[in-house]
Each structure stands twice: as structure tokens, then as C-alpha cells.
T-cell receptor, first 114, second 112 residues
Framework: DAGITQSPRHKVTETGTPVTLRCHQT?????MYWYRQDPGHGLRLIHY???????DKGEVSDGYSVSRSKTEDFLLTLESATSSQTSVYFC?????????????FGSGTRLTVV | KQEVTQIPAALSVPEGENLVLNCSFT??????LQWFRQDPGKGLTSLLL?????REQTSGRLNASLDKSSGRSTLYIAASQPGDSATYLC???????????FGTGTRLTVIP
């Protein structure tokens, strides 16, 4: 989506290695989120941020950490990747909700842990 | 915890039909409800957002309604087209919660 970019788009990594996914926004929105999407589970929140250096856990945060040193960047780190973390990861942004604006999602990162 | 259910899981219709997708949620204390479209291998595209004080929203051939008291929303698609084929996701944001709770989606196929 315009205004929100995820990198990389695809990644294959080995079990036990660290992995960092990046989300970059140009909308100056306060809130940023990381979700994972798995068959049968829908999208589930991993972590979110409500400002620079302000983050909190979501419902599936174990094994993940995040950092937000600038308004525009939100990083998701898998400290030691496991096969259960093979998934599609989506970043989202939001700000004040109006009738025309809610959450906006990036295009996703497909991560495979082998 | 908010649970969101979408029925049916899959739907196949001939081109030109009007159709309804259903979404239900367990906690009526929501801030807003958002409908998304997801094409295979792609991200989520926002279709409609209904704030808790609203009953419906319309955009082109799409109309979404919200009944908070019964925990239900419907997405109505008029005069369906093959280009409407995608997975439709319903998500609710709880009051005071910085999170969207998603259903698992309805996969729609419109047959030419």
C-alpha cells in the first residue's frame, strides 16, 4: 500500500538464526502493528507501538521482539527463528480513526524457516 | 477475548448475483468494524469502515451494516463480477484496545 513498505518481501532462513523484518511508513501515523497470518487462524497481533520507543505485546508475542527508534520505522526481530514462525507477516499503521480511515496494511513478508 | 466468526468460509456464485457475507463477534463493546479484501498472495485492502456510532457504510457496489447489540455485520455486494473474487476479511477493534481482531475470512469466487 502507498505509504507503508515492508522489507524483505520474501525470506528463507535456517532454524536458530536471527531475523529482522522492517516496516517503514511515510504517513507519520502514531500506531504501528505487526501481525502474522496463518491458515485457520486469521491474522493475530504480535506486537504494536503507540509511539517512539513505546511498544506493547499482542496475543502471540513469544519469540518476538520489536523496536521503534523513529516514527517511520518499526522492526520485528525473531531472536532465534523456529519452524513454527514460518508465516506471512503484515505490518499495519493507524491513527485517529475517522469514517474514512482505519487501519492500513503493508503487502506482507513471507518468511520460511527451514 | 473477542472472537470473530465469518460464515460461510467459501462461496461460489455466478456473475451478476447479489450476495451477502456475514460476520459475527462475541463482545459488542467495539470501537469500529472494518471489512478488508485480500487477493491471493497479497496484502489487505480496506473496503469499508463502520464506526460504533454508525449503522452502515456504502462504497460503490458495496454496503456494510453493523448491529452492535446483536454482534453482527454484513457485507452486501451488488451485481457481482469476476474481479470481486478474493477473500473478504472482517475485523473489529475493541473499545480501549489497540488491536484488530480478525475472522478467518470468506473466500468468494464469482464465476463468469
Amino acid at each position: 500500500d502507498a505509504g507503508i513498505t515492508q522489507s524483505p518481501r520474501h525470506k528463507v532462513t535456517e532454524t536458530g538464526t536471527p531475523v529482522t523484518l522492517r516496516c517503514h511508513q511515510t504517513e507519520n501515523h502514531r500506531y504501528m502493528y505487526w501481525y502474522r497470518q496463518d491458515p485457520g487462524h486469521g491474522l493475530r497481533l504480535i506486537h504494536y507501538s503507540y509511539g517512539v520507543k513505546d511498544t506493547d505485546k499482542g496475543e502471540v508475542s513469544d519469540g518476538y521482539s520489536v523496536s521503534r527508534s523513529k516514527t517511520e520505522d518499526f522492526l520485528l526481530t525473531l531472536e532465534s527463528a523456529t519452524s513454527s514462525q514460518t508465516s506471512v507477516y503484515f505490518c499495519a499503521i493507524s491513527d485517529i480513526v475517522t469514517e474514512n480511515y482505519g487501519y492500513t496494511f503493508g503487502s506482507g513478508t513471507r518468511l520460511t524457516v527451514v | 477475548k473477542q472472537e470473530v466468526t465469518q460464515i460461510p468460509a467459501a462461496l461460489s456464485v455466478p456473475e451478476g448475483e447479489n450476495l451477502v457475507l456475514n460476520c459475527s463477534f462475541t463482545d459488542s463493546a467495539i470501537y469500529n468494524l472494518q471489512w478488508f479484501r485480500q487477493d491471493p498472495g497479497k496484502g489487505l485492502t480496506s473496503l469499508l469502515l463502520i464506526q460504533s456510532s454508525q449503522r452502515e457504510q456504502t462504497s460503490g457496489r458495496l454496503n456494510a451494516s453493523l448491529d452492535k447489540s446483536s454482534g453482527r455485520s454484513t457485507l452486501y455486494i451488488a451485481a457481482s463480477q469476476p474481479g470481486d473474487s478474493a477473500t473478504y476479511l472482517c475485523a473489529v477493534e475493541g473499545a480501549g484496545a489497540n488491536n484488530l481482531f480478525f475472522g478467518t475470512g470468506t473466500r468468494l469466487t464469482v464465476i463468469p
